[in-house]
């Protein structure tokens, strides 16, 4: 089983930037396809980017895409999320999860996740 620890959240003004890292370690993450989901306060669990195992297909949330880019390093076994031009509606809990197959958008195709990570932007 592999386990996943995010980092890299905070505090940050509109219009700022952040990188979220995603560590796996255990047993290596290098087949698993990798996820970013967000959870704001009150609201549900939403898809924000994924990356396939090869690294070669990336997909993105409709309120993401443009601003932010996920990447991976498999011989470090890190999955990276580079968020750009950030919003207030970006804040909430970024969580990284790890699946082997299903639809890259859909939580509950994701195996395994890490405890998040929060991301608060003020305006």
């Known amino acids: 089983q592999v386990q996943l620890t995010e980092s890299g959240g905070g505090l940050v003004q509109a219009g700022g930037s952040l990188r979220l890292s995603c560590a796996a370690s255990?047993?290596?993450?290098?087949?698993?396809?990798m996820g970013w989901f967000r959870q704001a306060a009150g609201k549900e669990r939403e898809f924000v980017a994924a990356?396939?195992?090869?690294?070669?297909?990336?997909r993105y949330g409709d309120s993401v895409t443009g601003r932010f880019t996920i990447s991976r390093e498999n011989d470090k076994n890190i999955v990276y999320l580079q968020m750009n031009d950030l919003n207030v509606e970006d804040t909430g809990v970024y969580y990284c999860?790890?699946?082997?197959?299903?639809?890259?958008?859909?939580?509950?195709?994701?195996?395994?996740w890490g405890p998040g990570t929060q991301v608060i932007v003020s305006s």
């Open positions: 999860g790890a699946g082997r197959g299903g639809t890259l958008g859909n939580s509950q195709t994701y195996d395994v």
């Open positions: 255990g047993r290596t993450h290098e087949r698993y396809r």
């Open positions: 990356i396939t195992g090869s690294g070669w297909n990336t």
